[in-house]
């Protein structure tokens, strides 16, 4: 039996089989690189959903978790932690005028959860309108935000309140807010519903009609924050701010962390014992978040992701000239990049192939191969990730 054998034979064993995985057990992973148990090296351009930003294993990740590991892990939030203030202030001064507190958490699907009890909380109000083909999470208050049927259907009955309208549809959001309505949610870019980008008159329509109804309106950017479309935040390219936002995955760069952040009248609604949470602001979380915001604005990640991926745009619309019967779009902001094949079969074929190749690539809502690397991937890498991808398309067509 090997090695990859062995460790798959216990996971099928011993864990709740809810993930349909690769058949590759890794060991290691530096920068944009990750091995296999068997000695094998795959250029990874899924940064483990998006979430090493600074690539695997970063310096100053390992530094920051030896330092703090070392001197304070874990206290009761009955007291203060130095790394909780100092990352609480970083991040806070990162985000846009109106964004003026934080509350920090362990996963996305928290952050949301955080969210919606803080707009019920700041509003008195219940009802929620999400988007179709929107992803907020797997617990139960995000998931009933979430508008995939798929990942709903068997956990009914959700929470009550939701209403989902198109994406991209100032309209449908205007006519569907009720005298209930509490907040709007929304992805700058709907990463899992299949790299679905939202339009900046859009989101700038959203904002001033949630002004203009006294709704408030909640940014998941939990796929699209810390630096992921080429700005801090995916809001920044629109010039608007959210009255709650939602931060996960790049905020840790790898370690369990995220944060629902909100304005000063909205948050200060919240009063002693509303929230909390026994890792809540977890100093060896906020020790290794710190570290990872600092490099990110310290080496200009974000505007590099910018560059990056509008070279990449470039290159992959070369691809889709080539293959015009395979591909129907390419599509995307910054290092969060979408190419739409024209099937699922096609899509799993990339992913199986490039597996063969050394290149790791994720699929999305079925039939998209969306590409999230390391902000900081060397450009050669990712040249060679994008050319295996016309190579891996011949094979294909
Ligand atoms: C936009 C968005 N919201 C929420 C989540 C849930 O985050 P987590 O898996 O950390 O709970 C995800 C995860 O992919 C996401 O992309």
């Not at 930003?53 to 990740?61: D, N, R, V, Y």
């Not at 049927?149 to 009914?156: F, I, L, N, R, V």
């Not at 940014?219 to 080429?230: A, M, N, P, S, V």
Request: charge should be negative.
């Amino acid at each position: 039996m090997s090695q990859t054998e062995k460790f798959i034979s216990l996971e099928r064993q011993y864990y709740a089989q809810v993930f349909p995985r690769h058949p590759v057990v890794l060991v290691e992973g530096r920068g944009a690189k990750v091995w296999d148990v068997e000695g094998r090296e795959y250029l990874d351009l899924t940064a483990g959903w998006g979430v090493c930003c600074l690539g695997h294993s970063h310096p100053k990740i390992i530094e920051a978790i030896a330092r703090q590991s070392k001197q304070l892990m874990q206290v009761s939030n009955l007291f203060y932690t130095v790394p909780q203030s100092r990352f609480a202030q970083r991040l806070v001064q990162a985000c846009p005028d109106g964004i003026d507190r934080v509350f920090f958490v362990n996963s996305g699907t928290e952050a949301v959860e955080g969210a919606l009890k803080l707009a019920r909380r700041a509003t008195g109000k219940t009802e929620i309108i999400s988007t179709l083909n929107s992803f907020h999470g797997r617990t139960l208050g995000a998931l009933s935000a979430t508008g995939q049927p798929k990942h709903q259907a068997s956990h009914q009955p959700l929470l009550p309140g939701f209403q989902f309208v198109p994406y991209n549809d100032l309209a449908a959001i205007s006519e569907a807010i009720t005298e209930h309505t509490a907040a709007v949610i929304l992805e700058p870019i709907q990463g899992e519903g299949g790299v679905h980008v939202a339009e900046t008159a859009y989101l700038r329509g959203v904002r001033e009609l949630c002004d203009s109804r006294g709704i408030l309106l909640i940014l998941d950017e939990i796929q699209t924050g810390i630096g992921r479309t080429g700005a801090f935040l995916g809001c920044m390219h629109a010039h608007i701010v959210p009255d709650i936002l939602c931060l996960g995955k790049g905020i840790g760069g790898g370690f369990p962390l995220a944060a629902f952040l909100a304005s000063e009248r909205v948050m200060r609604t919240c009063e002693l014992g509303d929230h909390g949470g026994t890792y809540s602001g977890n100093p060896l979380a906020c020790a290794v978040g710190d570290a990872v915001i600092e490099t990110l604005l310290a080496e200009n990640l974000a505007e590099r992701a910018w560059d990056t991926g509008k070279a990449a745009m470039t290159r992959l619309r070369k691809i889709e000239a080539a293959f015009p019967t395979l591909i129907r779009e390419v599509r995307g902001k910054g290092l969060l990049i979408g190419v739409e094949l024209i099937s699922d079969e096609a899509a799993k074929m990339v992913v199986s192939l490039g597996i063969e190749r050394g290149v790791l690539y994720n699929r999305a809502a079925g039939n998209v191969i969306r590409l999230f690397p390391p902000l900081n991937i060397p450009e050669e890498l990712l040249w060679h990730g994008l050319d295996a991808f016309g190579e891996i398309l011949k094979e294909v067509a």
